[in-house]
């Protein structure tokens, strides 16, 4: 069985659901710290040709809390970011498919951090057709208290993987005999460079997963997007 684990980003970009499509259960973290600066609550748009941040405000909290224990802010405007997104792509040539999965997204009813993200992520699987099987890393029956390598070790052991599937940018993190050393075949997703007509300007790569599904169908990611990768 192959395993993913990953920390939930909201929005993201191909290549992450490229990793989720490569394996059969993925593990989405909820009980590791927020960091600022990542992507967990951002990502980028295409506006009038450049790229763009678009971003979750979170209510103010302390840096030690876990991404499940942070809130949105309440003065988070639902309807702001979807007439942000409603004005980038409403010329998008799949802008009537794509733009109500994001609504239903942006427009879900809970202010948890990790919930909202969460749901974002399953809602685009659906849209795209991924069938991987999802669990959230507080339900798995480990010691928590275990960081990095070791962590990821642990819940591939509960949940009886006999391989583990990381993004490219691990590879300088995990040493394959480690993983060997627990019968555990340790690949990476090395994602192959993926290119589409975005108002026939020149190409902005690695935009949100939102831009993707502005202007390319959900068949045609499915067909030639999202198996566009290598296990190395």
């Known amino acids: 069985m192959k395993l993913a684990i990953m920390q939930p980003y909201f929005f993201p970009y191909i290549g992450y659901f490229q990793l989720i499509h490569a394996v059969d259960r993925f593990i989405v973290y909820d009980n590791i710290k927020y960091t600022k600066k990542g992507w967990i609550n951002r990502n980028r748009m295409l506006r009038d040709g450049k790229d763009v941040i678009f971003t979750l405000p979170l209510k103010a909290a302390p840096d030690s809390l876990d991404i499940c224990e942070r809130s949105l802010s309440a003065d988070f405007d639902r309807n702001k970011l979807l007439n942000q997104l409603h004005?980038?792509?409403?010329?998008?040539?799949?802008?009537?498919?794509?733009?109500?999965?994001?609504?239903?997204?942006?427009?879900?009813?809970?202010?948890?951090?990790?919930?909202?993200?969460f749901n974002s992520i399953t809602g685009i699987c659906d849209y795209l057709d991924i069938k991987t099987e999802f669990t959230i890393s507080s339900e798995m029956a480990i010691d928590h208290n275990l960081k990095g390598q070791a962590k990821v070790l642990a819940l591939c052991e509960k949940a009886s993987a006999d391989v583990y599937v990381n993004a490219i940018g691990g590879i300088e993190l995990y040493p394959r005999d480690a993983f060997a050393a627990r019968d555990i075949e340790l690949k990476f997703v090395k994602s192959k460079p993926v290119e589409y007509v975005q108002f026939g300007a020149e190409f902005v790569p690695w935009l949100s997963i939102a831009d993707v599904i502005m202007f390319n169908s959900a068949n045609e990611i499915q067909e030639n997007m999202l198996g566009e990768y290598e296990l190395v």
């Open 87 to 117: 004005g980038a792509y409403r010329r998008a040539p799949f802008f009537s498919d794509a733009f109500p999965v994001l609504e239903q997204a942006i427009r879900f009813p809970n202010d948890n951090l990790f919930s909202f993200v």
